[in-house]
């Protein structure tokens, strides 16, 4: 009966459908974007066999987003450091320009921790004393159409591709790296870097050594790869702003289903009238409105959950002019499913109630 | 009258802007009487009817039906699934559902197993002679068939009581002659039928007619001697 009634108002039934789908897609879009995102900044961090990255502390009256550099003595310092196994300075270049495409750059020691997770796939690696080369990533390469022996156009600077890598992280997929000395030189940055990655010679004596940095180094934080990620890179903003979005999308929604299941109520009337004079119970009534509700909301789930995917990948296999990262988690599958329930639910439990305490007389009697 | 089936003892009933449907009507109805109440349009029929079959509740005096006290339920849905069955002016059959699926709908109240559910409801449909319309829905169905079909589902909870106002309103002569037909036969099987209408061919298939103008009963004539 559930199944029937909402197929009589076939272009009715679609549009609610259509709607919950719009909102659960929209969240699935914006939440796996998000989370993706924090996984990957986090993975880039902490990957490279580091468990600590020391960065410029965030200058009181800024927030998220700042990123900072330091003076490149420290590196050598913080190598002599007791406790501290191995460094390895990153120079981080975001949003940085060409002709063709915005992407990051990565300056890097060659040999350097950084340099373990690119897995090399044409081409050959950088050396020492390379000169101004570039190794490129792999989203990088496919979405630029360039492979080894071609240049790169960088800040003014011709550049040759030596390499093209891989790390599984879009953000460095979708980006390059190139020596140290070369990206300082390129962009201005000479004697500073923009973190310092640390391993420690104990990992269990970690907190301990990021203590004595931060001791040392008051203008610096020694962070572990998730705070990096979550204080210095905005992403808590972007996980908000995900939800705010998610949630709007999610109240418009609600509203959809309740307006189609109030709609419905009040065109059968009638029909409610009916059920009450043969016995129905209003449990029974609520239970039939509420299950319709639940319907829509189900299929708009199902629908919605599958344009979210779509979009998902979609957006983390084509290149755009920032490459964002997808993650799919059961948590995620199933929150969505269980939120569209929701939206069913609340849509459709105002209007159920209503219908069960309609005045049966009054309901039999509209035309 | 022994045992009555129903009792009104002094029943009112004003609704809001102070309109009196029903001015302190007395009323007895026997076991397996067939009772039709008559009167203009505005007299008080319907509410008499929605009162006695418990849809409505009045504004004072005492309903007893199956003796049951009405005043004092809470809740009124329980009487009505065991103890009465309506059959309406229109079939108000719910379109989606077939001829079969409609019977049922009393029955699933009662949360009867579907398999027991469907037979019955089968039985039924034989019984009102529509055991070949059972699949379809009602859009397929005559104006006659389909209040049949309301007739079927009146009886699914086996009431007491049958509840008819204006069954024959909506038909031509035919149909309406072979609802009442229906009726008449369910009479003799010993079901109490009270119908409302303003039909006066249709009043005569009765054997007792009450007739209310203004909300009061002005007549109540007995065809045949009744024995409860």
Redesign the interface.
Same mark, same amino acid.
């Given at each position: 009966m559930v199944l029937r009634n909402l197929l009589r108002r076939k272009v009715r039934t679609t549009l609610t459908v259509a709607a919950v789908a719009l909102s659960i897609g929209a969240t699935v879009a914006l939440l796996g974007i998000s989370t993706g995102l924090v996984r990957q900044v986090a993975a880039v961090v902490s990957e490279s066999g580091s468990e600590l990255t020391v960065v410029q502390r965030i200058p009181k009256g800024l927030t998220f987003g700042y990123v900072g550099t330091l003076p490149e003595p420290m590196v050598g310092e913080l190598a002599a450091t007791e406790g501290v196994a191995r460094v390895s300075p990153v120079l981080f270049i975001p949003g940085a320009l060409t002709r063709d495409v915005v992407f990051l750059v990565y300056g890097v020691e060659p040999g350097g921790l950084e340099m373990r997770r690119a897995r090399l796939l044409t081409g050959r690696t950088l050396r020492d004393g390379d000169g101004p080369a570039v190794i490129l990533g792999t989203r990088a390469a496919q979405g630029m159409g360039k492979g080894v022996g071609d240049n790169l156009e960088l800040a003014g600077r011709t550049l040759p591709i030596v390499g093209i890598y891989r790390t599984g992280v879009n953000l460095e997929d979708g980006g390059a790296m190139m020596g140290l000395r070369g990206a300082q030189e390129i962009f201005g940055a000479q004697g500073r870097v923009s973190l310092i990655k640390v391993k420690a010679a104990d990992p269990i004596r970690v907190q301990a050594l990021r203590g004595a940095i931060e001791r040392r180094y008051p203008e610096a934080s020694a962070l572990t790869s998730e705070e990096f990620a979550a204080d210095r890179l905005n992403l808590e903003a972007a996980v908000q702003a995900g939800w705010a979005v998610s949630l709007i999308a999610i109240l418009l929604s609600v509203f959809a289903v309740a307006n189609t299941v109030a709609m419905s109520v009040l065109e059968r009337a009638r029909e409610i009238g009916i059920l009450q004079a043969v016995g129905w119970g209003r449990g029974r009534i609520v239970a039939l409105f509420l299950g319709e509700s639940l319907v829509l909301s189900a299929v708009g789930g199902v629908v919605g959950l599958g344009l979210g995917l779509g979009a998902l990948r979609l957006l983390s296999e084509t290149y755009l002019t920032l490459p964002l990262p997808a993650a799919v988690t059961p948590t995620l599958l199933g929150g969505a499913l269980a939120l569209a329930l929701a939206v069913g639910a609340l849509g459709g439990c105002l209007p159920s109630w209503r219908a069960a305490r309609l005045d049966p007389v009054q309901a039999i009697r509209q035309l | 009258m022994p045992h009555p089936i129903v009792i009104l003892r002094r029943v009112s009933k004003v609704y809001p802007r102070g309109v009196v449907a029903l001015r302190e009507v007395d009323l007895e109805i026997g076991r397996g009487e067939f009772v039709a109440i008559v009167g203009p349009s505005g007299s008080g029929k319907s509410t008499l009817l929605?009162l006695v /079959?418990g849809?409505?509740r009045p504004s004072s005096g005492e309903i007893r039906v199956g003796g049951m006290a009405l005043n004092g339920q809470k809740?009124l849905?329980?009487f009505?699934?065991?103890t009465v /069955?309506?059959v309406?002016q229109s079939h108000?059959l719910?379109?989606?559902?077939t001829a079969l699926?409609n019977v049922e709908?009393?029955m699933?109240?009662?949360r009867m197993p579907q398999d027991v559910r469907r037979r019955r409801a089968a039985h039924l449909l034989a019984r009102v002679g529509l055991a070949h319309r059972m699949t379809h829905l009602p859009g397929d169905l005559s104006g006659g068939e389909s209040q049949r079909v309301a007739v079927a589902?009146?009886l699914?909870?086996d009431p007491a009581l049958l509840l008819a106002d204006e069954p024959t309103g909506e038909l031509d002569s035919e149909s309406g002659r072979a609802v009442v037909g229906l009726l008449e036969e369910l009479n003799r099987e010993g079901r109490t039928v009270v119908i409302v209408t303003h039909n006066l061919q249709v009043a005569e298939a009765a054997t007792r007619e009450v007739t209310l103008r203004d909300g009061s009963v002005v007549g109540d004539r007995r065809k045949v001697a009744f024995r409860a």
């Open positions: - | 929605h /079959g849809l409505d809740n849905t329980l009505r699934r065991r /069955g309506f309406f108000h719910i379109p989606v559902l699926e709908l009393p699933v109240a009662l589902r009146a699914a909870n």
